[in-house]
């Protein structure tokens, strides 16, 4: 963080499920009277988290990344700083973010499944929630579930 502060670009991996994770991910290695202050110093400095996960393809044919993007914005920054709470969680920030260049896992999956890409069982097993993608995607003709079977 230090590094970001002093203007530096700096690239990072950390193995979590999606952006809002690596968020508590990163707060949550510090002492927790130490937390505060790394709240405040990461709102302040990241500028983008972005997410992937790779799902088979639906014909076969190998992966593809479903990719999360968080942006920094005066939003998402308060968020990191005061925390998640009922109403305001990151997830939210990043599904009515679009126009500032956010996407959320669940939305690049329903894109992907419209599109033919992914299957309907891929992109519910991958979900960050399935009961929220099964109802988005309720207006298509069900596929046969491997499930099922």
Known sequence: ??????????????????????????????PITDQGAVRNRLSQSFRYIVSQR?????????????IEILKSTMRTREYVLKGEADGRSLVDAMEDG???????????????????????????LYSSNPGNLKLALSDLPAEDSEFER
């Not at 790779?54 to 479903?66: F, M, T, V, W």
């Not at 260049?101 to 992914?118: K, P, S």
């Open 1 to 30: 963080m230090t590094a970001a502060e002093t203007g530096h670009l700096v690239f990072s991996t950390l193995h979590t499920i999606d952006a809002a994770k690596t968020v508590e991910r990163i707060i949550g290695e510090f």
């Open 54 to 66: 790779l799902l088979p393809r639906k014909d076969g044919k190998g992966r593809i990344a479903a």
């Open 98 to 124: 679009n126009l500032e260049g956010m996407q959320h896992f669940d939305q690049v999956l329903e894109a992907m499944v419209r599109e033919a890409i992914i299957s309907q069982d891929t992109a519910l």
